[in-house]
């Protein structure tokens, strides 16, 4: 006999989980569609709200907050000052007491590059080849003077709430371009820091979560998305066994109050279901020629990690995801990029395994025409301040740079400034939320409109906060 779904009697799957197991099923089928709230909005795209300068985004994380003012924010009187004492009252806990440290001189020459005359230190040579494609923003600031608040805040716009991250709020308006891959992809996110919640898609509907592929620490050459393969069946026996499964689900049509969180998870199975013939071939970097394996530093130990990242982000990008994060980081207390110190040591360190990959990831969007409606987005959580704890430096919320390169922006552009020995940003201040208000601008979405109702209110990733840096805008 036929075994076909026409032998199945019609009964709703609540109701089987139910009638069956003592009523375990159901409550199964509860953990697993979760909280109702998360399938309370279709995972239908959002859509447009202007025409988009940007399709993607790739946003190249620097875990740790790299140093402003020996990177691209040359300042000359704090070369000329150094060893000086400086009031820094303030700045950890708003005491009111007069703090006074040693200004610290970068120990890194600068010089200008480009047609544009931008000032980069020597720490980053490739990159300063791109800088007439980079729009600077050096008047950046931010809350959070320790690691954990500020990388939430850069990445969610909260310090301490559970809040949808960016690339959450990113796919949840747009999709994906690619409809066997997801919109929202994280390369080698760090444990720590807020771990998860740096990629997660909190109240909104789940399928907008990040998908991480590796996590800091692990080998780049290596790491996959796990359970990607089914060793246990062969192809023939998986495409069986979904094609029931897809029948069964379409007789499940009884309209109960649990149908659209059966729709989200459904969907989110039928997606894994695609990944498997499409992520395999697109994660595996060894099919690329030998020139861009050399050209991203993958001959190069120092080199090697990162750039396998930065390749399989343009290799994501290309095929249609939205948002890509190439997280440089690791699974510890003090990041990569956090010298308090051995400044000079350590951020050669950090810069030589960055430096090459990134200019290369640049150029080689570049040379395919994707840079032209990719944005990519480098930055920390913060940066570093201008006087010394030791041979290092500390935190500094108050002013530090990021860039954006690509898609709708200038290039060869610098907007904003800190102060003479760049301490606090003072001119043109763009504040976390302006640049998520600004990156949601060029994908085409209206920070202010792109809301979520959850527990009463409208929630949005800049919250009653931000604006569009239009000054940057090409």
């Known amino acids: ?50 025409a988009a300068k940007a399709k993607r985004v790739i946003f190249l994380f620097m875990h740790g907050g790299p140093s402003h003012v020996d990177t691209f924010d040359y300042k000359p009187m704090l070369q000329k000052s150094n060893g000086q004492s400086y009031n820094y009252q303030g700045f950890r806990f708003d005491q009111s007491d007069k703090q006074v440290g040693k200004l610290l001189a970068s120990p890194w020459g600068f010089k200008q590059y480009g047609k544009s005359g931008q000032w980069v230190s020597e720490l980053f040579p490739e990159q300063a080849k791109w800088v007439d494609d980079i729009c600077f923003l050096k008047g950046m600031h931010t809350v959070g003077v320790a690691h954990g608040p500020a990388t939430l805040f850069m990445h969610t716009g909260s310090t301490n709430l559970v809040r949808p991250s960016m690339g959450s709020w990113v796919s949840y ?17 760090p444990l720590f820091m807020g771990g998860q919640r740096n990629y997660g898609s909190a109240f909104l ?21 796990r359970y990607l393969k089914d060793n246990a069946r062969t192809s023939s026996e998986q495409e069986r066994q979904r094609q029931l499964l897809f029948q069964i689900n379409a007789m499940q049509s009884d309209g109960t109050q649990q149908r659209g969180e059966l729709d ?7 997606m894994a279901a695609r990944m498997q013939s499409e992520a395999p071939d697109i994660l595996d970097i060894s099919k690329e020629s030998e020139a861009t394996k050399e050209m991203y530093g993958l001959n190069q130990a120092e080199t090697q990690q990162y750039g396998a990242m930065c390749l399989k982000a343009r290799r994501l990008s290309e095929a249609g995801v939205r948002f890509v994060q190439v997280n440089y980081s690791e699974n510890h207390n003090n990041p990569r990029w956090d010298q308090h110190s051995n400044l000079k040591s350590g951020h050669e360190q950090q810069a030589k395994a960055v430096d090459k990959p990134i200019a290369a990831l640049i150029q080689d969007l570049k040379q395919r025409g994707l840079l032209e409606d990719t ?19 500390d935190h500094n919320p108050f002013g ?18 800190t102060d003479e020995v760049g301490f606090r940003s003072v001119k043109d201040r763009v504040f976390t939320h302006d640049l998520h208000a600004t990156i949601l601008h060029l994908m085409g979405l209206d920070h202010e409109s792109l809301t979520y109702r959850y527990a009463g209110r409208d929630f949005r990733l800049t919250d009653v906060e931000g604006h569009v840096v239009r000054e940057i805008l090409a």
Do not use: C
Request: proline share 4%; glycine share 14%; charged share 15%.
């Open 1 to 50: 006999m036929a075994n076909t779904v026409s032998q199945f009697k019609t009964i709703s799957r609540a109701d089987l989980l139910k009638q069956t197991a003592v009523g375990f099923g159901s409550m199964a089928l509860a953990a697993l569609l979760g909280e109702k709230a998360h399938a309370a909005m279709p995972t239908a795209q959002k859509g447009l709200d202007h």
């Open 400 to 417: 530090f740079t990021s860039y954006l390169i690509g898609a709708g922006v200038k290039g060869g552009f610098s907007y904003g400034e």
């Open 264 to 270: 989200t998870a459904i969907q989110s199975f039928e």
């Open 205 to 225: 509907p789940s399928v907008h979560q990040g998908t991480a592929i590796g996590h800091a620490g692990q080998s780049a050459t290596e790491a996959t998305i």
């Open 375 to 393: 944005l990519i987005v480098w930055s920390g959580e913060f940066g570093r301040t201008p006087f010394s704890t030791g041979s290092g430096r």
């Open 173 to 189: 308006g747009l999709g994906s371009e690619n409809k066997n891959l997801p919109s929202f992809i994280t390369l080698h996110p």
